[in-house]
């Protein structure tokens, strides 16, 4: 793939509040509402995560390339942050990429993700205290819908971080995933019984709020959804966030179109402590 670069004029930076169509159409699309980190999520339509067959995560086109917006390896480098959303849009997948103000406009990753089966329907490259963000709506080319396979949701994040670091190599040390795709490993490494945090809330009369925060790792975001699964317990949907040696999800969950009892609750949140703690245990020790 040739390599390929778009320059953003300081002007066309905007205050971040949305997702504006991306170029290549469907601009009758309606905006999704402006994302922020660990907001107070609204109810959103059921929408039930499912779980298929691997999906191949393809890499960058190239390791040496280096996107506009890049800064010099000498700065303090920011932590990376990857935002998936299930909430914001009921038409298609949000996600979010951060890394200060060092990010280009991602057409290598854009690529990237048209080969996992996906299109990228709208875009928009927006700026605040924090720094650059560039914001995708996503569906399924297949289908024209938002995505629901977490296998398909995690080949999406790590294809992203995969591209981040092959872009930003300055950032690999700072994700968990640089020890996967990056030149340098982590730096320092996690305590996971000090990171590794479960709660559940009540969200209304027919579901549960489900928030976890532990260390990152390949592979997470579907073994979450594979313990829930487990115990029959439905994912409606949620966020998976990624901020550098962290992953933090929140999920909308129900049992039998209800919210989660106590009990049930308990159960839940030991599966999940259990297995995270304990991230090489085999499945037959459960």
């Given at each position: 793939?040739?390599?390929?670069?778009?320059?953003?004029?300081?002007?066309?930076?905007?205050?971040?509040?949305?997702?504006?169509?991306?170029?290549?159409?469907t601009g009758n699309r309606r905006p999704a509402?402006?994302?922020?980190?660990?907001?107070?999520?609204?109810?959103?339509?059921?929408?039930?995560?499912?779980?298929?067959?691997?999906?191949?995560?393809?890499?960058?086109?190239?390791?040496?390339?280096?996107?506009?917006?890049?800064?010099?390896?000498?700065?303090?480098?920011?932590?990376?942050?990857?935002?998936?959303?299930?909430?914001?849009?009921?038409?298609?997948?949000?996600?979010?990429?951060?890394?200060?103000?060092?990010?280009?406009?991602?057409?290598?990753?854009?690529?990237?993700?048209?080969?996992?089966?996906?299109?990228?329907?709208?875009?928009?490259?927006?700026?605040?205290?924090?720094?650059?963000?560039?914001?995708?709506?996503?569906?399924?080319?297949?289908?024209?819908?938002?995505?629901?396979?977490?296998?398909?949701?995690?080949?999406?994040?790590?294809?992203?971080?995969?591209?981040?670091?092959?872009?930003?190599?300055?950032?690999?040390?700072?994700?968990?995933?640089?020890?996967?795709?990056?030149?340098?490993?982590?730096?320092?490494?996690?305590?996971?019984?000090?990171?590794?945090?479960?709660?559940?809330?009540?969200?209304?009369?027919?579901?549960?709020?489900?928030?976890?925060?532990?260390?990152?790792?390949?592979?997470?975001?579907?073994?979450?959804?594979?313990?829930?699964?487990?115990?029959?317990?439905?994912?409606?949907?949620?966020?998976?966030?990624?901020?550098?040696?962290?992953?933090?999800?929140?999920?909308?969950?129900?049992?039998?179109?209800?919210?989660?009892?106590?009990?049930?609750?308990?159960?839940?949140?030991?599966?999940?402590?259990?297995?995270?703690?304990?991230?090489?245990?085999?499945?037959?020790?459960?």
């Amino acid at each position: 793939m040739a390599e390929m670069a778009v320059t953003v004029a300081a002007g066309a930076l905007r205050p971040c509040s949305g997702v504006s169509p991306a170029a290549s159409g469907t601009g009758n699309r309606r905006p999704a509402a402006a994302l922020a980190g660990w907001r107070v999520l609204a109810p959103a339509a059921p929408f039930k995560l499912r779980l298929s067959s691997a999906v191949r995560v393809p890499r960058a086109a190239s390791s040496a390339a280096v996107e506009d917006g890049s800064s010099s390896s000498t700065d303090t480098v920011p932590t990376p942050k990857v935002i998936i959303d299930q909430d914001s849009d009921p038409d298609a997948t949000i996600v979010e990429i951060t890394l200060g103000d060092r990010l280009g406009d991602l057409l290598d990753t854009m690529n990237a993700l048209k080969n996992l089966g996906l299109n990228v329907v709208k875009a928009s490259v927006c700026l605040d205290s924090t720094g650059k963000h560039i914001k995708l709506a996503i569906t399924k080319l297949s289908t024209g819908r938002k995505i629901g396979d977490p296998e398909l949701l995690e080949a999406v994040r790590l294809t992203i971080i995969n591209n981040m670091i092959q872009y930003h190599p300055e950032a690999s040390s700072l994700l968990a995933l640089g020890a996967t795709f990056g030149p340098e490993p982590p730096t320092e490494l996690v305590d996971l019984d000090i990171a590794t945090h479960i709660n559940i809330y009540d969200d209304g009369p027919d579901r549960s709020l489900l928030v976890v925060e532990t260390a990152d790792r390949a592979g997470l975001l579907v073994d979450l959804v594979k313990i829930i699964d487990d115990i029959n317990i439905t994912v409606q949907s949620g966020e998976f966030d990624t901020e550098g040696l962290l992953a933090k999800a929140k999920f909308h969950v129900s049992y039998r179109g209800q919210p989660l009892i106590k009990a049930l609750q308990q159960v839940l949140a030991n599966s999940l402590r259990y297995f995270l703690r304990r991230p090489t245990t085999e499945e037959a020790s459960f």
